[in-house]
């Protein structure tokens, strides 16, 4: 039998942690969301990124959460106003959650903030799975 080697686990990059993603990330920034030199989160206008030609709505708005919530300034009770600028951006995202499909599942850090949050482990396996959890009171 062949013996794996051992090997140091690795997390998840989120975007804005390698060279090209920040590349993206500054043309994104303006639309609110993670800003990682300043390590500030403002509500994201999705609506408005989703016009971008290639543009990187499902990957942006959770690597922003992920961010956020590994830096501890997300409010449970709140994340939803603080993750987007208007219910309008949120039913955008949740249509972006349900076109992903079950085939993508969430990378490592996107779970870890969403159980954060209070997301159960049980929902949070793809991204279409978890779009439940980003429903906006009325």
């Not at 039998?1 to 690795?10: E, K």
């Not at 993206?24 to 030199?37: I, L, S």
Request: include cysteine.
């Amino acid at each position: 039998m062949a013996v794996v080697n051992a090997y140091l686990p690795q997390p998840s990059q989120l975007m804005f942690e390698t060279e090209e993603g920040q590349k993206v990330a500054a043309a994104c920034v303006e639309f609110g969301g993670w800003h990682h030199r300043e390590k500030t989160l403002t509500p994201i206008q999705l609506s408005a990124l989703l016009t971008m030609p290639g543009n990187p709505g499902l990957f942006w708005t959770m690597d922003s959460l992920a961010a956020a919530a590994e830096a501890g300034m997300l409010d449970g009770d709140r994340y939803i106003a603080q993750l987007f600028a208007s219910k309008e951006d949120v039913r955008a995202f949740r249509l972006i959650l349900r076109d992903a499909g079950a085939d993508k599942w969430l990378n490592d850090r996107h779970f870890t903030a969403l159980k954060k949050l209070g997301c159960a482990e049980l929902d949070a396996v793809t991204y279409a799975s978890i779009t439940s959890f980003f429903d906006p009171a009325e």
